[in-house]
């Protein structure tokens, strides 16, 4: 009897028609919670009709918009310039879910440096793309989150493979849109004080901020305003913690403005420290050594960190995925700050708590610790003998 062989090239074409099935899927279910509205959107959809009203380079003279950079605005004028005037939550929303399609190829390239052949790459793909704070973040919130979260993902992704500047620019485009991004500063500290990347390239980070607020420097609004807006955000908000499952769930907020000096002091000190023990160890910077440490780091700044948002974990939830198909007997701590996230989303989203948060810390508490067992464990395992 003979036997029929499948052609090789009808692999590849399964493969495409797969991916973009899913990424067909993972648009029609963010369509469907595309409606979502909450206080968020409804500030930035005030924006929006600003812009609307009194064109781009008003909006971009005008200092009224104080939580986000020049970069944010850029995309809401490419939006309502090429978008119906009249679908204000697409315009708002179309950003993050372009992106949350880029951070699942990120995703793909990374766990693709780990296992070359295979489809777990693929399946990487898929579970950041259906990743339950990955698509309420963007089709239901609005928020940014993927994007700069993506320029970390490129920024490891470049690290790895050894391309400097592509990973320092990549910060540099994080941070431009999001403050948020120094979350992985401790990662990029620690190789330079090992001598894996120069101190130099960090001149990029300054280097891209700067470069991104030109527009709205030539549109009128003030230079310095512009290159100080991080320092202005500081203290715009008094609460230890907004809803955030971290070290301060369990202090009640009448001791916020009384500890919050002491409560930053300490969560410097305590990163600085974790950063100085990591770059006087003798260890291998392989790709899993570099994972997990920017896992950890993502996880542990916000952690300790006072005056965090619940979305700030963000970064983490979708490496931590990362790291699982690096290491899958760590899945689980995906898994811990997954549920954590989505839970601590509640509040804000729908007005009660899913779970108290104080019981989502204990959780987060212990994600955390166990990550920095494991990575204690894999750098031991990567001593130089």
Not at 337 to 360: I, M, N
Request: with cysteine; proline share 5%; charged share 15%.
């Amino acid at each position: 009897m003979e036997l029929s062989v499948r052609p090789a090239t009808q692999r590849p074409r399964l493969t495409v028609a797969l991916v973009l099935g899913g990424v067909a899927v993972a648009l029609l279910l963010r369509a469907a919670l595309l409606h979502g509205e909450n206080r968020d959107t409804e500030l930035f959809t005030l924006w929006l009709a600003y812009l609307q009203d009194n064109g781009a380079a008003e909006l971009l003279r005008h200092d009224f918009v104080i939580n986000y950079t020049p970069l944010y605005l850029y995309h809401l004028i490419l939006a309502n310039a090429v978008l119906p005037g009249d679908a204000e939550l697409l315009i708002v929303k179309y950003l993050p879910i372009v992106f949350d399609v880029v951070c699942a190829y990120l995703a793909y390239k990374l766990v693709r440096l780990r296992h070359t052949a295979g489809r777990l790459p693929l399946v990487a793909f898929g579970v950041v793309l259906f990743a339950p704070t990955v698509v309420v973040n963007s089709s239901y919130w609005g928020q940014v989150d993927s994007v700069w979260t993506a320029g970390l993902l490129a920024c490891v992704y470049f690290l790895i493979t050894r391309r400097e500047a592509l990973a320092f620019v990549a910060f540099g485009l994080a941070f431009a849109l999001k403050v948020q991004a120094v979350f992985l500063l401790p990662l990029l500290v620690v190789l330079a004080l090992r001598r894996e990347v120069r101190w130099r390239s960090f001149l990029l980070i300054p280097a891209v901020y700067l470069a991104s607020i030109v527009p709205a420097a030539i549109a009128g609004r003030p230079f310095w305003d512009l290159a100080t807006l991080y320092k202005q955000q500081a203290g715009y908000f008094a609460e230890l913690t907004l809803n955030a499952a971290n070290l301060y769930a369990w202090i009640p907020d009448r001791h916020s403005e009384r500890l919050a000096p002491a409560a930053t002091f300490f969560a410097l000190a305590l990163v600085l420290g974790a950063v100085l023990l990591a770059a006087r160890l003798p260890v291998r910077l392989d790709a899993d050594t570099i994972v997990a440490t920017a896992a950890f780091s993502l996880l542990l700044v916000p952690f300790v960190l006072p005056h965090m948002h619940e979305r700030y974990f963000y970064a983490a939830d979708v490496l931590t995925i990362v790291l699982a198909f690096y290491r899958p007997r760590w899945a689980f701590v995906a898994v811990l700050v997954q549920v954590v996230s989505f839970l601590s989303y509640w509040p804000f989203l729908f007005g009660h708590d899913a779970v108290p948060l104080a019981t989502l810390a204990v959780v987060e508490t212990g994600a955390l610790v166990a990550l920095g067992v494991l990575l204690a464990r894999q750098l031991r395992a990567s001593l130089y003998p």
